[in-house]
């Protein structure tokens, strides 16, 4: 039987009580990885981590709202309090709803909201997350942030907040891979296309309401537009998570990886 890539390791998951979060706790724990699932549902939360129990596997649940600057130092605290230390991190979350709109029509209030949670929480995010691994000394460290493809080839039109939040997520990424990269932390974003989960069925409700067209219509349209002809599951995204966080990409650092089903490529 084959070594599990993340042995002992401790990978840390804001926003991993549901879908790919959760897709991707379960992986990591499979994968021998010691898992902190965190989010604001406590009982989603603690249904994945008994979920990883069933097979054995060692996690914990820290409540955190990523919107709160005291939630995120106190997660990285208790992790380390927990476990000891911080080997992986994976920031993945993002707010889609209330976004929907022509650029003249966003409200500011929405606005805050989405630089807020789906830029300015990943920044925070990684400011304890650093500070915790440099305090740990020179190591094998990584850092994934959730991203979009909407962030990505000029932004998409009536999502513009959500496309520039995004865009700043790779920015940032790119920025700390840059600085950190002699202090062994790799950081990557993944510019995610559409993952069949709960959280992007409820959007797509909002984007097919603007549209004016039913959610049925607008979710043929959308696997029509990708190559592939489908979302992507959670189990194939955290896939490729793994992957991005273990030693088998230890070359890579500063990239946006695409995972979209190939629905990008006209543009990119």
Not at 56 to 67: C, I, L, N, P
Not at 133 to 152: E, H, R, T, W
Not at 216 to 244: C, H, W, Y
Request: with cysteine; proline share 1%; aromatic share 8%.
């Amino acid at each position: 039987m084959s070594r599990k890539r993340f042995l002992d390791k401790v990978i840390v998951i804001p926003g991993s009580t549901s879908g790919v979060g959760k897709a991707s706790a379960i992986a990591f724990a499979k994968e021998g990885g010691r898992v902190i699932v965190s989010g604001r549902r406590e009982e989603h939360g603690q249904k994945v981590v008994d979920e990883i129990k069933t097979f054995s596997g060692e996690a914990t649940f820290v409540r955190a709202d990523v919107s709160s600057h005291e939630d995120i130092k106190n997660l990285m605290d208790k992790t380390v309090e927990i476990y000891g230390r911080v080997d992986v991190a994976f920031n993945n979350f993002g707010k889609h709803d209330d976004g929907v709109a022509l650029i003249a029509d966003v409200k500011e209030e929405h606005f805050d909201a989405h630089m807020n949670i789906s830029m300015k929480s990943v920044w925070l995010c990684m400011k304890y997350q650093i500070k915790t691994m440099l305090k740990q000394g020179k190591g094998d460290y990584a850092i994934l942030n959730s991203s979009s493809i909407s962030g990505v080839g000029g932004g998409w039109p009536f999502i513009s907040v959500y496309s520039i939040a995004k865009s700043g997520v790779d920015s940032m990424s790119k920025s700390a891979a840059q600085e950190y990269a002699q202090n062994g932390i790799r950081v990557n974003s993944l510019g995610g296309g559409f993952f069949d989960t709960e959280m992007i069925h409820t959007y797509f409700e909002e984007l097919a309401q603007f549209y004016g067209i039913t959610k049925e219509q607008l979710d043929a349209e959308i696997n029509k537009s990708i190559p592939l002809g489908r979302m992507a599951t959670p189990q194939e995204v955290a896939n490729t998570v793994l992957f991005l966080c273990s030693g088998e990409a230890s070359y890579i650092t500063g990239a946006s990886i695409i995972l979209d089903g190939g629905m990008s490529s006209k543009y990119l």
